[in-house]
C-alpha cells in the first residue's frame, strides 16, 4: 500500500511540475533557434472569428483587430462565421467592417468550416470574439512564418487586471503565465505541443476539415504537425481577455473542454507515435494526455493515505488533511462562501482539477459534446 500511495503522490507531481522543469532547464541549455530575420514577402491574411450571440464583447474585439490591422503592411480580410445569433451580433460585425458569413446555428465547427472556403488569405488567423488585440499582435504573431518548417504560430492570450475581473482571475493569471512559459520552452525544443484558440495562425493549405467533437483550436492547429511542420510560439503576440467570473460556469466550461480535447487527441492519437513524431510524441503525452487522466489518481490516494494514517504514519496524516482541507476549500467555494487570497486560487484550482476528472470520465464512459455554447460570463 505504500508502494501505491507514493506512486500516487508522485503522478501529479511529475506531470504539472515535474515534466515542465525538465522542458523548462532542457530549453535554458539549448541555444535560440536560427530562424530567418524577416518575412521574404508580408503575406496576405484572413482574420476569422466565429461568433454566436456575442454582442456584448464583438464591438470591443473588431475595434481592437481594425487597429492591429493598421501597421500591417499586407492585404488583409476580416471574417466574421455567425453560427445562428439572435442578438445582434450580424449588425455588429458588419459595421465593425468585417465581412459576415451567416447561417442557422450548427456548431463553432460548422461554421468554421462555412467559412473557411471564403478565406483568400495564405495566412489564417483565428481568434475567439472576445480576447482584445494588442497594436503589435499581427506583426508578431506572423513573424514566424519566416521559417519555411513553421505550419502555424501560437499567440499568447493573458487575462485582464481590470475591476471586472472575476475572482477566478487571479488563478487564471497563474495558469496562463505557466502555460505560456511552457509552450515558449516547447517551442525551443521541439515545437508548440498546439496553440489556445483565443490566439493562433495557421498556413491557409494546411487547415483541415473541422471535426464537431473535437476542440477546433487543438485539431486544426495539429494539422500542422501532421503535415510535417513545426508550431511555433510567438510570446509577443498578445490578446486580453475577462476571467470566467462564475463557479459553475468555470467547472462547466473545463468538463466540456475535457471531453472535447481528450476527442481530438483520439482523433489525433497518430501523432503519438515518436517514429512518425520524434520527440513532440512523448511531449504531446504528457502536455495533453497525462494532465487530463493524473486528477483520477487523487480520490485514490485521498483513501490510501487515509488509510496508512490509521495505522500511524505521520506523513500521509498529513498527505490525508491536506487533501482534506482542499477538498474542503472547493466545496466551500461551490456552496458560495467567500474566500480571499490565496484559498481563492487553491478554490479555482481545485475546480480545474475536478472539471479535468470528470471531463475525463465522461470522455471514457462516451459522452461526446458537438455543440459549441460560450460561455464568457465576466464578473
Not at 37 to 47: F, G, K, N, R, V
Not at 110 to 139: E, Q, S
Not at 260 to 269: E, I
Not at 290 to 297: D, E, H, K, Q, T
Amino acid at each position: 500500500m505504500q508502494s501505491a500511495a507514493w506512486i500516487l503522490l508522485a503522478l501529479p507531481f511529475a506531470v504539472f511540475l515535474g515534466y515542465p522543469a525538465l522542458v523548462l532547464g532542457a530549453a535554458a541549455l539549448r541555444p535560440p533557434r536560427r530562424t530567418p530575420e524577416a518575412l521574404a514577402e508580408t503575406p496576405s491574411i484572413t482574420i476569422l472569428i466565429c461568433a454566436h450571440n456575442e454582442a456584448r464583447t464583438l464591438g470591443n474585439k473588431l475595434a481592437s483587430v481594425t487597429r492591429a490591422l493598421a501597421i500591417w503592411p499586407g492585404e488583409a480580410e476580416l471574417l466574421v462565421a455567425d453560427d445562428g445569433s439572435s442578438d445582434a451580433t450580424v449588425a455588429i460585425a458588419r459595421a465593425g467592417g468585417a465581412t459576415v458569413i451567416e447561417a442557422l446555428r450548427g456548431g463553432k465547427a460548422a461554421a468554421l468550416n462555412r467559412a473557411i472556403p471564403h478565406a483568400r488569405g495564405a495566412i489564417l488567423v483565428m481568434t475567439d470574439a472576445d480576447p482584445l488585440f494588442d497594436a503589435a499582435t499581427l506583426p508578431a504573431l506572423l513573424a514566424p512564418f519566416a521559417d519555411p518548417r513553421v505550419g502555424a504560430v501560437a499567440g499568447r492570450v493573458e487575462t485582464l487586471h481590470t475591476r471586472r475581473a472575476g475572482r477566478f482571475a487571479a488563478a487564471d493569471r497563474l495558469f496562463r503565465g505557466y502555460e505560456s512559459r511552457l509552450r515558449a520552452a516547447e517551442d525551443r525544443l521541439l515545437g508548440c505541443v498546439s496553440a489556445d484558440g483565443g490566439l493562433y495562425a495557421i498556413r491557409r493549405a494546411l487547415v483541415p476539415h473541422v471535426v464537431a467533437d473535437a476542440t477546433d483550436d487543438f485539431f486544426i492547429s495539429t494539422a500542422a504537425v501532421a503535415a510535417g511542420y513545426r508550431i511555433a510560439f510567438a510570446d509577443d503576440a498578445r490578446v486580453w481577455e475577462h476571467s470566467i467570473a462564475g463557479g459553475r460556469q468555470q467547472f462547466r466550461r473545463r468538463v466540456r473542454i475535457t471531453v472535447r480535447g481528450l476527442t481530438g487527441l483520439w482523433r489525433r492519437r497518430a501523432l503519438m507515435n515518436p517514429w512518425r513524431t520524434g520527440w513532440y510524441a512523448p511531449a504531446l503525452v504528457l502536455h495533453k494526455v497525462a494532465r487530463r487522466l493524473v486528477p483520477l489518481s487523487l480520490l485514490p490516494l485521498w483513501l490510501v493515505s487515509g488509510a496508512l494514517a490509521l495505522d500511524g504514519s505521520a506523513w500521509w496524516t498529513l498527505v490525508f488533511v491536506a487533501l482534506g482541507a482542499i477538498v474542503s476549500i472547493g466545496i466551500a467555494g461551490a456552496f458560495g462562501l467567500r474566500l480571499l487570497g490565496p484559498l481563492r486560487v487553491v478554490y479555482g484550482a481545485t475546480l480545474h482539477l475536478a472539471g479535468l476528472a470528470l471531463g475525463t470520465l465522461l470522455f471514457l464512459i462516451g459522452r461526446r459534446y458537438a455543440q459549441w455554447t460560450p460561455q464568457k460570463d465576466a464578473a
